[in-house]
């Protein structure tokens, strides 16, 4: 079945580690990728997104992600993470003319100890 | 601007009992979604709608039913409610088009059925 995985469950960090969270998905042809995030007690919102050209892309607070599309993967990265920075992680892909339709992963719980 | 608004926030309801549950979005989005919010599972479709008068089935829809009969509102409705429908629900909404496809979610709904 068609899928998007996150790997990492729940990460734990201290603070100025450095962040990488693992994304793959199994849809063909062409994807829009998304990271979003939600800190306690919130919402989602949108951390970045990809959808063409560089696919090196840079989201709100110092987060960034790569697309490497013979990898089918979306990783999450962070140089250095910092209390604040706890929350949970999720993946999502959508496929362009299919009634925009999002596909989540089943997030990573990051918590950075101070 | 208050973009997604999920009424109520919070529900308690015996096994059995029925709800609706309301989501109006003040952005002119076509695209309005259910999800569902579980631990380990991340988010999943329940329902969505490309436009005004349309809904279409996601991946968890059964007992659930929605409408879309204003463009700004999206209902979800249990009929019957079960323990297996505890959950935390999201309304989120997005723009026509491909190029501008990025989900604004509400604060959620959390439901509990006894």
Known sequence: ?114 | NAGVTQTPKFRVLKTGQSMTLLCAQDMNHEYMYWYRQDPGMGLRLIHYSVGEGTTAKGEVPDGYNVSRLKKQNFLLGLESAAPSQTSVYFCASSPYGSGANVLTFGAGSRLTVL
């Open chain 1, 1 to 114: 079945a068609q899928s998007v995985s996150q790997h990492n469950h729940h990460v734990i960090l201290s603070e100025a580690a450095s962040l990488e969270l693992g994304c793959n998905y199994s849809y063909g042809g062409t994807v829009n990728l998304f990271w979003y995030v939600q800190y306690p007690g919130q919402h989602l919102q949108l951390l970045l997104k990809y959808f063409s050209g560089d696919p090196l892309v840079k989201g709100i607070k110092g987060f960034e992600a790569e697309f490497i599309k013979s990898k089918f993967s979306f990783n999450l990265r962070k140089p250095s993470v910092q209390w604040s920075d706890t929350a949970e992680y999720f993946c999502a892909v959508s496929k362009p003319n299919t009634g925009n339709q999002f596909y989540f992963g089943t997030g990573t719980s990051l918590t950075v100890i101070p």
